[in-house]
């Protein structure tokens, strides 16, 4: 949340200089106040894990946050719980037919990243999806698989196969510390990383439209964004647990798979020893970061969305 100040204060400049989310009086008296609307399309084979990763991150700022979870019609979960999708999800269709607007919304990751996009069963519906936030969500948010499908959708962007699985908790630079995503974020910070795959940084790179605003030459393209932070793509796991990368290292080794110890996750590279979690204050740092931006600048009636309207003000 920004702080409320006289313009004419003498710290409102040095607070400005350093980033720091300063209001004058005059824009807080002639804000009007609501909650924000989200909505969650969660894709991730750990349906319930991840709702409760991304909840704790979205609940721990001041700001009242409306949830609503999205189904995909074109597709089944083996993973749910009996009954768990009817009763506390939507379809994304029954959204796109009403005509529902967000404020921001979330596309998560999914475990499909290794077959072509086209072949995913609810590919066309979620091609639907991404092109109604177009005009109905000021700010979405995609993540892993969810930002490769973003960046193929709305950029044709491709992504290929890595020699190996990115595996482990990554450090990761910030190109532009004037972005707000990245107010109070160190010069660099670590996050964790789960994928075979990535998106082609070269082509990320032309595309004029797209700015990278985080990249390690480990990990590759971390952070990008587009239209303003209309569009924000994240190709890791910011929300991830302390356990969740152990849990899948565990599960592929169960299962017998090619799979290495995460990079810089256990102490001394010893699965025996618990994990050491050192991006959990840069996690709640962007979530409230983002929350905060979608906040400030989306406007108080979502019918006043549109699809060509870009944020362009300060620190992007």
């Known amino acids: 949340m920004p702080i409320k100040i006289p313009r004419e204060l003498p710290a409102y400049d040095t607070l400005s200089n350093e980033y720091i989310f300063a209001m004058t009086e005059d824009r807080a008296e002639s804000q009007d106040i609501r909650s924000l609307r989200v909505g969650i399309i969660n894709l991730m084979p750990t349906t319930i894990d991840t709702e409760i990763q991304l909840l704790r991150l979205l ?3 001041p700001l009242q946050v409306d949830i609503t979870f999205l189904n995909m019609g074109s597709h089944t979960s083996k993973n749910a719980p009996p009954g768990h999708l009817e009763k506390f999800y939507i379809s994304a269709e029954e959204v796109m037919n009403r005509k529902v607007r967000f404020d921001g919304m979330i596309i998560t ?6 077959l072509p996009f086209e072949e995913v069963d609810y590919w066309d519906e979620l091609v639907k999806i991404i092109e109604y936030s177009q ?3 000021f700010s979405c948010l995609h993540i892993c698989w969810g930002a490769q499908a ?9 992504k290929y196969k890595l020699d190996k699985k990115l595996f482990g908790v990554f450090p990761h630079t910030v190109k532009d510390q004037r972005h707000l995503l990245f107010r109070g974020f160190d010069d660099e910070f670590l996050a964790p990383q789960s994928r075979h795959t990535a998106s082609d940084r070269d082509k990320i790179a032309a595309e004029k439209r797209l700015t990278i605003l985080s990249e390690t030459p480990q990990a590759g393209v971390f952070i990008a964004s587009a239209r303003g932070g209309r569009e924000i793509y994240v190709t890791g796991h910011m929300e991830y647990d302390p356990l969740t990368l152990d849990r899948e290292y565990k599960r592929d080794v169960a299962k017998g798979l090619p799979i290495e110890v995460p990079i810089n996750y256990y102490p001394d590279n010893d699965p025996s020893k618990p994990p050491i979690v050192r991006w959990r204050a840069h996690a709640n740092l962007f979530f409230n970061n983002w929350l905060n931006f979608v906040y400030q600048e989306t406007p108080y009636n979502l019918d006043d969305l549109g699809e060509n309207d870009e944020f362009i003000g300060w620190g992007l």
């Open 150 to 158: 973003g960046l193929y959708c709305n950029y044709g962007i491709p």
């Open 109 to 114: 990751g999914a475990p499909v990243e290794t």
């Open 135 to 137: 005009k109905n969500v």
């Open 59 to 61: 609940g721990n700022s």
